[in-house]
Structures are given as C-alpha cells and as structure tokens.
C-alpha cells in the first residue's frame, strides 16, 4: 500500500462520508446534537484539497497532513479525536513509502491508542472505539493468519461494520450521547457508524 | 425549515458580519472567526477568551466589552470551535499578564481547548482553564463525560471579567471563576425542540401535551418526558433538582433564560414562581436577569441558574459592564 493508495483511501472515505452525510447526522439528532454527517463532510472535503495542495511524498506524511487538517477545520469532538487518529497511524508509518498489512495493523493500533489516550473511552463506552478497536483487532488476527491484503481489509471492515451495529443497544457513558442516560439505548452511535465508513472505504480503496 | 438565513454553509460568517456592522465597540476577524473587544489586547490585564458552537447567541460574542470578555470564537452551529481560532484569539488578547479560557464542559470543547492552550503555551502565553459544569440534570460520575456547562457560563464571564478588568492576577481571576461555577446549579426545561440549519428538521419529536425535563443547550433531548402542566409546576420540578444538588439559602443570583423562542412573558410567570420559590426555601434573590441570554436556536422553553453569592461575588456582579447583550454601571 502506497501513497497513492492512502489517498485513494481520502477521497473514498470523502465521497462515503458525503453519501451518509444526512444519514449520520439523522443518528446524531436522536442521540446528540445533529451536527456529525455536517462536520465530517468539512472536514474531509477540507482534507482532500490540502492533499491536493501539499501532495504529500509518503504514506505517514498523507495521513498526519490528512489528521491536521481533520483537528483544523472539524471543531466539536470528532475533529480532534479523528485528527488524531490519522495522525498516530501516519507518525506510526514513518518514512516508509510502501505499507505491509502488518504495518497497516500497528498504525492502527496506534490510531486506537491516540483516541482513547484523547477520549478516555473504553470499548463498551458507545463511541467511535467500538468500531474502532475491533477493526483493529480483527486486522491484527487477519494479520497473523496469514491473510492476503485484500482479506484482511475486509476482515477490518466487517468488524468496524459489527462494532457499529453492536452500539445500538448500549448506554453511552462518554460523548454528549450520555447526557440522556438510559434513553441513549437503542440508537446506533454516530461516531461508530462514521468508523465503520472509513473501514468500508478503506477496503474500497484496495479493490480499485 | 423556515428561517432567515442566506445559505446553510454562511449561517455564522453571515451572523458575524452583522455583528461586526452592528456593534463598533467590536473588531471581528471573519478570517478566523474571533470576536474581539476593540483594544484588545490591554496591557497588563488578564484576557478572557471562552468559545463554544454558534446557536446560544448572545452567548459568546454578545459577552465581549468591558467588564466581561477580551475574544469570544463561535464554532459552527453547536459544534465547538477549532484549536486555531482559539489560538489566534489568546495571542490576540494576551496582555502580558496571562489568558482564562472559560470553557463549558462538553467533550468537543474540552479537547479543542485543551489543544489550543498547549499549543499557545508553547508560544510563550500562559493559559489558565476553568470549566463550567452548572447542569444538575446529569449525573456526575468518573465513568462519564461529566455535567455540561450551561447558564452559569454568563455568571462566570461576568464576575471573572470584572475581576480581571481591576488589574487582579490570572490565579486570582480563575480562583473567583471556578467558585462562582461551584457555587452555581441550573436545570432546563424544553417545550419544543429546535432545528438546526444544516439538518433542516426539529432535533427530536415532542407532542403538544408534552415537555422534556433536564435538556442542554444543543437540541439534546433531556433525562425525562413529562406531561404539560402549569408553570408553577414546572418551575417547582426545576427548582427541586437544584435545591436537592446544592440547598438554596442566603443572597442569590438569579437567571431565568429563554431558550431562544420563548416570549419574555412566560420568562416572567417563571420567574415569578422562582422567586416564590427561593423565600419558601429562605433564600433570596437579589440580583436577577430575565431574557434570552444562554439559547438554543428556536427552542422554547427555559432554564434556571442560581448562585449562592458571597459580598465579593455580589461586588463583581454589581460592577461596570458595557457588552451587546450585558450593559450596566457604565
């Protein structure tokens, strides 16, 4: 995986991000404040055309200038928890110009270390993490299995997809979701459900 | 949606234009989204700078002036502004003697502070934080995000600016920040929920005969639904909740906001049954404020803050104000 490859990445995650726009900021209204889809999509649209300005020469220099972009231009919660999580994975590659899965899988960790160090939330907590972390943790077995890329992307991103689903019937305890206590249940986590795009959109990329 | 607005994407580049035309004792960075006092910055004078997502209005840019704020950002419609609007407006206001954030406690506002006072740290300004949890309705707990920041916020930014306005020392204008947010609770009540523009429909359904109880300022639901019913009633379930967090005694401060589509009658029969309230319980309200000052959008309906004043507090209180939407003394 390249650097053209991480930027295929961007404007995959940019276009899923406009399609569910008003689907992910509906999620947001019943459990937040109606602003996800709305903030998302400024914020990766803005992070497309610094990629088109800057043209970044690496993976890991695409995806910090890609997390800066995410902590300027978002605001609210997820511009720097998401900024943050490009930004780990992309200081995790280094100078590298060509990513193994395995590689993929500890920038992710990373990722995941970032947010949660940011966020303090744990998995359970019905936020962003509980795609995030079984994606991580399902391209990590993928991983030591042995499988070939393309599989273990789409082993992440059913795991993002399972992990979104899976908020549905939990009580958030972190984000402005646990303002409402008992009745944040039976919702679907916005945040989890943007994860689980840029997992979709991450195996998209690999199948162009 | 009706509303009176140019495009979904200008809704706070449009407003703040209005408010640089409307108010000159302003200077308005559209650029980077900073509302400052004209002068800025003072020397020697603690800044105050506090932020938060556009739609509370005149919460943050109508606190800006004399005796309250030095820079307000307002972040996109309920969405808390970017660690570099927050920078520009702390180096813009740093006298020398130090920057207060006054932030209210959602996680999104928490975290772009947060960055944004490492971040000016690293250049040389030094920054001190306090945070603004007033809302009794959540439940505090170490596993949570915490109560938010509501109605209180004006309380802190009216003493802790008085205060700084004398030429007292950050450490000592936080001290008196974080003891009015201790010594405030407040609890909101909604009629009808609110539309956010770039949605484009009400933020949850509520019927004709129904209320929610213990709602934010961002269209959030609240804790409970409960049926409609007489304004004394309501205000009774309001007051319950603060005076069971923190029992009201003594000289009180005393806030009933409108939501932002609320008639200021109503505001009145509140605070009419409030005040009722407070002598039930011996407590007094000596200084009050009735309007829309801490909105959500179009919502109607209201919330309560209260302060337990000290002869400090009520001095800093008293003192000369000169903001858009705060003006008294001066």
């Known amino acids: ?175 402005r979701a646990s303002y409402l206590g008992p009745r944040s249940v039976g919702h679907e986590d916005p945040g989890a459900a943007s994860t689980a795009l840029l997992f979709g959109a991450l195996k998209a990329a690999a199948s162009r | 949606m009706k509303k ?44 105050l700078v506090s932020g938060g997502g556009s739609g509370h209005e005149p919460l943050h840019g109508g606190f800006v002036g004399h005796g309250m704020l030095d820079a307000a950002c307002p972040g996109e419609v309920f969405t808390s502004p970017v660690p570099d609007q927050l920078i520009e407006a702390t180096k813009g206001v740093d006298g020398g003697a130090g920057v207060l954030h006054i932030v209210k406690n959602y996680t999104g506002d928490v975290l772009n502070f947060q960055m944004a006072a490492e971040l000016s740290g690293d250049e040389g300004v030094e920054v001190a934080t306090v945070l603004v949890n007033d809302d009794v309705a959540v439940q505090d707990s170490l596993f949570t995000a915490g109560r938010r920041g509501t109605g209180a916020t004006l309380f802190v930014e009216k003493i802790a600016g008085a205060l700084a306005e004398t030429g007292a020392p950050l450490a000592e204008v936080a001290r008196v920040a974080r003891e009015v947010n201790e010594r405030s609770r407040s609890f909101g009540v909604a009629l009808t929920p609110c539309t956010v523009p770039a949605a484009g429909k009400p933020t949850f359904e509520l019927g004709d005969t129904e209320i929610e109880l213990g709602i934010g300022i961002h269209g959030e639901p609240g804790r409970t639904r409960a049926p409609m019913r007489e304004a004394r009633e309501i205000v009774r379930t309001a007051m319950d909740a603060i005076d069971a967090d923190l029992p009201l005694s003594g000289e009180t401060l005393v806030m009933v906001n409108g939501m932002g589509g609320t008639p200021l009658i109503e505001l009145y029969i509140v605070f009419a049954e409030v005040e009722a309230y407070l002598r039930e319980k011996g407590a007094t309200a000596v200084r009050s404020l009735v309007g829309n000052y801490v909105t959500s959008l179009d919502m109607q309906g209201f919330s309560v803050t209260t302060c337990s004043l000290t002869g400090e507090l009520t001095r800093l209180w008293d003192a000369p104000v000169e903001t858009p939407a705060l003006r008294w003394g001066r």
Do not use: C
């Not at chain 1, 900021?25 to 019943?30: E, I, R, S, V």
């Open chain 1, 1 to 175: 995986m390249n650097t053209q490859f991480f930027a295929a990445w961007i404007e995959e995650i940019a276009a899923a991000v406009r399609a569910q726009r008003d689907h992910l900021t509906q999620l947001d209204a019943a459990i937040g404040d109606a602003d996800h889809g709305a903030n998302l999509d400024r914020g990766f649209t803005a992070a497309r055309e610094a990629l088109a300005g800057a043209s970044p020469q690496t993976p890991g220099a695409l995806l910090v200038l890609v997390g800066s972009t995410l902590i300027r231009k978002v605001g609210g919660a997820s511009g720097p928890l998401y900024g943050t999580a490009f930004r780990e994975m992309g200081k995790a590659f280094g100078e590298a110009a060509e990513i193994s899965p395995a590689e993929l899988s500890t920038g992710l960790n990373a990722a995941l270390s970032g947010v949660q160090r940011l966020g303090a939330a744990a998995e359970g907590d019905k936020t962003m993490v509980d795609a995030l972390a079984p994606a991580a943790q399902a391209l990590a077995q993928a991983v030591r299995d042995g499988l070939k890329p393309e599989e273990a992307l789409e082993a992440a991103a059913a795991a993002a997809e399972q992990g979104a689903r899976a908020t549905v019937p939990l009580q958030a305890r972190k984000g």
């Open chain 2, 4 to 47: 009176l607005i140019n495009s979904v994407d200008s809704v706070v580049t449009d407003a703040l234009r209005g408010i640089a035309a409307a108010h000159p004792s302003l200077r308005v960075d559209l650029e980077n989204k900073v509302v400052f006092r004209a002068g800025a910055p003072r020397p020697g004078k603690v800044g």
